[in-house]
């Protein structure tokens, strides 16, 4: 089981960190030449897309709460979940 939810906004972030780390990684190792600035598009690019996944895992996370509560309201008896008269 797992101890923690699935976050793949961070999945994302990770594997373009991880990719500019390769490339550096192999401009170092003399495999081959990389520009300086081949970095930069390379990491906004990345943490933009990991921003939008997030956003999105967000959204549908929060969605799917709301109808889950709703639905449990619906079995207890009323919108507030409850069937304690108030």
């Not at 939810?5 to 961070?10: C, D, I, N, S, W």
């Not at 081959?32 to 990345?46: E, N, S």
Request: with cysteine.
């Amino acid at each position: 089981m797992a101890r923690h939810e699935f976050q793949p906004g961070k999945l994302v972030a990770g594997l373009f960190l991880t990719t500019a780390g390769v490339v550096y990684a192999g401009d170092a190792g003399g495999w081959w030449d990389t520009p300086w600035f081949v970095i930069i598009p390379l990491l906004t690019g990345g943490l933009c897309l990991a921003g939008a996944v997030a956003g999105l895992t967000h959204g549908v996370r929060r969605r799917r709460a709301g109808s889950r509560r709703a639905a449990a309201g619906a079995a207890n008896g009323g919108p507030g979940g409850s069937n304690v008269p108030g």
